[in-house]
T-cell receptor, first 111, second 115 residues
Framework: KQEVTQIPAALSVPEGENLVLNCSFT??????LQWFRQDPGKGLTSLLL?????REQTSGRLNASLDKSSGRSTLYIAASQPGDSATYLC??????????FGSGTRLLVRP | EPEVTQTPSHQVTQMGQEVILRCVPI?????FYWYRQILGQKVEFLVS????????KSEIFDDQFSVERPDGSNFTLKIRSTKLEDSAMYFC?????????????FGSGTRLTVV
């Protein structure tokens, strides 16, 4: 059964720092991996999607990598801003096209 | 940019009552999904729907739950007799194909509170 784990559970950094969020999954038979942002009480905003055949994707200050064989992904946020404060969720699409989510990393960027 | 629209944004219901959560998927999408997130817990899969039938459902999706595409635009989740533990944020999503290439688009969710 696919399990997705995210470390750390919470992170507090000063504005301007570069940071890395980690995601691991137990079954490498995935179609893709997505990173989402969730603001408190709100919906899921897709940030980046990495196909299983890809190694990384970039969007602005965000860069996500995928190492399928080792079951790991990282989300790198450059030059963090207070507006980046949110919960970041990692999800993998399994062999039946379902998304399996991690518990998220709660990020606080302090001004 | 096309959106998945969910209504209502918040619903409060008495235990034992039936509720219908509504979703309008993106018009050219063929696959539809419901996920839920109990406060403080992971987002979890409920059901997928394609070609007017359920493709897959989770253990959570028992006989109290049903889904329907009553017309060409709406996709609904019905909970027949709500329990306190059904209180959660319910997310609808749709994808053009299976989602393997481009992922899903999620709606902004319906917060269901059962009292």
């Amino acid at each position: 059964k696919q399990e997705v784990t995210q470390i750390p559970a919470a992170l507090s950094v000063p504005e301007g720092e570069n940071l890395v969020l980690n995601c691991s999954f137990t079954d490498s038979a995935i179609y893709n991996l997505q990173w989402f942002r969730q603001d408190p009480g709100k919906g899921l905003t897709s940030l980046l999607l990495i196909q299983s055949s890809q190694r990384e994707q970039t969007s602005g200050r965000l860069n996500a990598s995928l190492d399928k064989s080792s079951g790991r992904s990282t989300l790198y946020i450059a030059a963090s801003q207070p507006g980046d404060s949110a919960t970041y969720l990692c999800a993998v699409m399994d062999s039946s096209y379902k998304l399996i989510f991690g518990s998220g990393t709660r990020l606080l960027v302090r001004p | 940019e096309p959106e998945v629209t969910q209504t209502p944004s918040h619903q409060v219901t008495q235990m034992g009552q039936e509720v219908i959560l509504r979703c309008v998927p993106i018009s050219n999408h063929l696959y539809f999904y419901w996920y839920r997130q109990i406060l403080g817990q992971k987002v979890e899969f409920l059901v997928s729907f394609y070609n007017n039938e359920i493709s897959e459902k989770s253990e959570i999706f028992d006989d109290q739950f049903s889904v329907e595409r009553p017309d060409g635009s709406n996709f609904t989740l019905k909970i027949r007799s709500t329990k306190l533990e059904d209180s959660a944020m319910y997310f609808c999503a749709s994808s053009e194909l299976t989602g393997a290439n481009y992922g899903y688009t999620f709606g902004s969710g319906t917060r269901l509170t059962v009292v």
